[in-house]
């Protein structure tokens, strides 16, 4: 069986540009999110995982059904926030999904998975998996 790529598929013109790594302010958006649903301290672990680990690469919709959580449409704020980004000609931070017995969650980037889904589903998406 052959294995999801997990390095950048630099062969494939995306139409999503991307920043190499995480922008700093995503860790505490993450944090702001996972303290929501977890304890604090539960919630800065799992951060600190996030943190840890390295830049990966998964298809949209592989993203999404791993999360359990439905694309949010082109007319979603968030969504054209991002998508106005890239008409600007700004790269996009890659996404935080953790990793939890319930299953993963988008802990910072469900905005930008959804826009990379409505543009193709099998996008390939830049995140750190922790």
């Given at each position: ?7 950048n598929?630099?062969t494939?013109?995306?139409p999503?540009?991307w ?16 303290s ?5 301290g539960?919630a800065?672990d ?8 390295k ?10 059904r ?5 694309a ?11 998508l ?23 802990a910072?980037?469900?905005?930008r998975?959804s ?14 998996l922790?």
């Amino acid at each position: 069986m052959t294995k999801t790529p997990t390095s950048n598929p630099l062969t494939v013109k995306s139409p999503m540009t991307w920043l190499k790594d995480v922008a700093s302010h995503d860790y505490e958006a993450a944090y702001n999110y996972l303290s929501l649903k977890l304890d604090d301290g539960q919630a800065g672990d799992m951060v600190a995982r996030l943190k840890n680990a390295k830049v990966t690469w998964r298809r949209a919709n592989d993203i999404l059904r791993a999360t359990g959580l439905p694309a949010l449409p082109l007319t979603d704020p968030g969504v054209q926030r991002d998508l106005l980004k890239l008409l600007h000609g700004e790269k996009l931070s890659p996404v935080l999904v953790v990793d939890q017995k319930e299953g993963a969650d988008i802990a910072d980037g469900y905005h930008r998975v959804s826009l990379a889904y409505n543009i193709d589903p099998f996008l390939m998406v830049p995140l750190r998996l922790g």
